[in-house]
Structure formats: C-alpha cells, structure tokens
C-alpha cells in the first residue's frame, strides 16, 4: 500500500489533523487568556503577546521569513499554512479538508505584531517563509535549517477573506449537483 502524497486528501487531513493536535496541546501549556477568539469569525484565534514573542521575522526583500522555535515547529511545522493576511496582526490560515466523513474546519491564527511599521514592511512582502531557529538570552541564536516552502500574503482583513474563500469553495463544489 502506498502512502498518500502529503498534499493529497488523505495526507493533507493527516498533516491538518496532527497540526491542529499539535496547536491545541501547545496552547494548554500557558493560561487560557493567551488564546482567544476573534471577534468576527470563530475560526480565528488571537495569540497573546507573550506567546506571540516566541516567533521572530524579518524582510528580506519580498520575503517574511517567520522565525519558529522547535515548541511552536511541533504544530507549525505539520500545519498546512496556505495563506498569509497582514492587517492588524500577521495571519496564519489553513483552509478546511475532508477527513474521514466530515471536515476539518479551517483555521486562522492570529500573531500580535506590536508595531504599525512592522506591520507595513510585512504587508509589502508578497511570500512567508517559516525558518527553524534557536533562541538564547532572548534573542534569536541561529536559524537552524533552509527555510520552507513560500506561501502568498495578503493585505486583505482575514475575516471577510476567509468568508469569500469559504462561499467560493461552496460554488465551486455546488457546479456538480
């Protein structure tokens, strides 16, 4: 028997499953105010500031590259990310999958960035990049390995984007009936 490809159905729910496990176990470790839902869409989770500081990012060129400790990798790593917002904070979104006889909701997780200006230099990127990195005394060590696979950015507010992405998949799949 040979195994699914990882963006296939069956490897991507497999890979969505464990990553949202993976997020839910992470989140358990700080006190449950540090997670919080967004106020215009149910699927969007806010991270705290103190848990937003564990990632670091720079600019590089048209690129954000999202520095990620190995704590957050656990979740991140195995999370299919496939779109990027930046407006108030930078996004994370992960589109819904079939798994098994249901679906795997999407998910949107939101990280604080304390600063319009950073917000900015984000917003005018067009590709994020996730970076395995160390942090020692506070700050970032090393980045320890190639960065991953590019994923597009978006200016647009993640709420009205993933309720447009949302009726688009509805249409696309309503052709057929």
Known sequence: MSAAPPHSGAGRAARQLAGYA???RWSANFGKETVRRHAGHRQVVLLSPMQSGRFAFCVAGDT???GVQSFESAWLGTLPVDQVYVS????LATDGV????????PLGIGI???DQRKRQAMAAARWLRLVPMTVA???????????????AVSVDDI???L????RRRQQDGSQFF
């Open 88 to 91: 108030d904070r930078l996004y």
């Open 159 to 161: 709420v009205p984007a």
């Open 163 to 166: 309720a447009a992405r949302a």
């Open 64 to 66: 954000i590259l999202l």
């Open 112 to 114: 604080f960035v304390d």
């Open 98 to 105: 079939a798994c098994l006889d249901g679906r795997l909701a």
């Open 22 to 24: 993976n997020f839910l």
């Open 137 to 151: 005394g506070g700050r970032v060590a090393a980045l320890a390995g190639a960065p991953g696979a590019p994923v």
